[in-house]
């Protein structure tokens, strides 16, 4: 097995998953077997617990792990599922150290951070290439180069370069600025960045470089002879208008031909006859996002609005909160020449003036956690269920739009989820008794219903028609649920209940008659839309939304 390391440099924030999903991309189409890994320096034990304001989204796998944002890339890139073996955070290494040494696993030795964490993080690393027999492994370092926090992944990096020279490799991810005040690129701090990355006893083998454009030739020179690296693994990554087009770029510059050749392998696809043929799928659909981008301004744009709670909250990126939401539209909307437009529109604002939502083609109600806004979400839902606006609602999305029919369909003024009125004479949505002893022992960490469960889709419906089959998969992040003594009447009423978990307990999906989109899902579509295979509800609902006039 062989294992490429990627860290990064100056500052966070440059694209360091989607490089490594690009290089997992890369690598895939010349014919290897590679698992992306991410190790996050922080010591939550996994995501699950953190403020998505903190993290940005938590993605969920199939076995149930609470991740990172950049196992989404890494899945959406490589078009594969991972399993929880492609994620460490500090916390769960520390974890397992601590636990060992109280076990005495260590037989009475004085367990040092150097040697015992590095022994763990080397053993996860190995384990996520065994677990999936990978020939490459490829792991994303958390943090900047230079930062106290990250230290023990470059120490291990360090150990395992040291043990098997040729087997691993180091790419670093650096940032050159280019100051309005200067108008010109400087190539100082990603120079410091590698000193920082020499300082620990690691010398990369291929320099990435971010920046608003490519490098020129005067830039190159600099960093060879600072960096002591061969001009030709310098390497320029630019800004560009799409993620999905980083792997390309990078293909131009040969990247993956250099990579294997630090590492002693030639390309397994080398002799087909257009070089990389997974890649060829990939370019195909890079002139989809480049042909409905071309489209003539208004003319076949889609606006969509995504109404939630976590707007207008400060500095931090309100789009990382809902990744999945924002790829899954785009993905369904560029298979069927679509430019997208996503609009977030903040749930307290709709509660004073629900007119704020006419123009949209689309509404989302994405999920979410708390009383926040709760009653500018159901606002929004009875609008675009009285409007017929196409409605996607996702896991808490449904559950509102459950509300919402209880509410203002049945008649039932107090209805509500037992997440926000415990108390409520009409609970539609109600916690699951094993979750409510969860919460009693605050027992918060990885214990909602979480990964994947199967479903079984009603006939005729909707829904079922879009899946184009009855048995189905999807992944789940919640603690509430559709409370089954208002099964019937909310039937009787018009809103149908399609998916259920096959012992028909519980309820996944909901459909309305009658609308010309409007789905809630129990679970998180978004989590499984990827590029080469978009999302069957998210197809729908963005074709859905395509055919409503927008102003
Ligand atoms: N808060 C809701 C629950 O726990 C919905 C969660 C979500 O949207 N992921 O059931």
Sequence with gaps: MKYIFVSGGVISGIGKGIATSSIALLLKSAGFKVVPMKMDPYLNVDAGTMNPIEHGEVFVLDDGAETDQDLGHYERFLNESLNKTSIATQGSIYLSVIQKERNLEYDGECVDVVTYVTEEIIKRIKEAGRSKNADIVLIEIGGTTGEYQNVLFLEANRIMKLKNPGDVAHIHITYLPVPSSIGEMKSKPAQMSVRDLNAVGIQPDI????????????????????????????????????????????????????????????????????????????????????????????KRTVKIAIVGKYFATGDYTLSDSYISV???????????????????????????????????????????????????????????????????????????????????????????????????????????????????????????????????????????????????????????EFNNDYRQEIEKNGMQIVGTSPDGKLVEVIELKDHPFFV????????????????????????????????
């Design 520 to 551: 809630g899902t129990q679970f998180h579509p978004e989590l499984k839309s990827r590029p080469l295979d978009p999302h069957p509800l998210f197809i729908g609902f963005i074709e859905a939304a395509s055919k409503i006039k927008a102003s």
């Design 326 to 480: 924002i790829e899954a539209i785009k993905h369904a909307a560029w298979t069927q020449a679509l430019n997208p437009e996503i609009y977030w529109v903040d749930a307290g604002k709709v509660e004073k003036n629900p007119e704020i939502l006419k123009g949209y083609q689309g509404i989302i109600v994405p999920g979410g956690f708390g009383s926040r806004d709760i009653e500018g979400k159901i606002i929004t839902i009875k609008y675009a269920r009285e409007n017929n606006i196409p409605y996607f609602g996702l896991c808490y999305g449904m559950q509102l739009a459950t509300v919402e029919f209880a509410r203002n369909v049945l008649g039932y003024k107090d209805a509500n989820t037992t997440e926000i009125d415990p108390d409520t004479a009409h609970p539609v949505i109600h916690i699951m008794p094993d979750q409510e002893k969860k919460l009693l022992e605050r027992n918060y960490g990885a214990t909602m219903r979480l990964g994947a469960w199967d479903c079984v889709l009603s006939e005729g419906s909707g829904v079922r028609k879009l899946y184009g089959k009855k048995d189905i998969s999807e992944r789940h992040r919640h603690r509430y």
């Design 207 to 298: 320099l990435l470089a971010r920046a608003s454009r490519s490098l020129d030739q005067n830039r190159i020179k600099k960093l060879a002879i600072s960096t002591g690296l061969e001009p030709e693994y310098i390497i320029s990554a630019p800004d560009v208008d799409s993620i999905y087009k980083v792997p390309v770029g990078f293909e131009d510059q040969q990247l993956t031909k250099k990579l294997l050749s630090k590492l002693g392998l030639i390309e397994k696809n080398a002799d087909l006859p257009a070089g990389r043929q997974g890649l060829k799928e990939w370019q195909g659909f890079v002139s989809k996002i480049d042909s409905a981008l071309r489209e003539p301004e208004g």
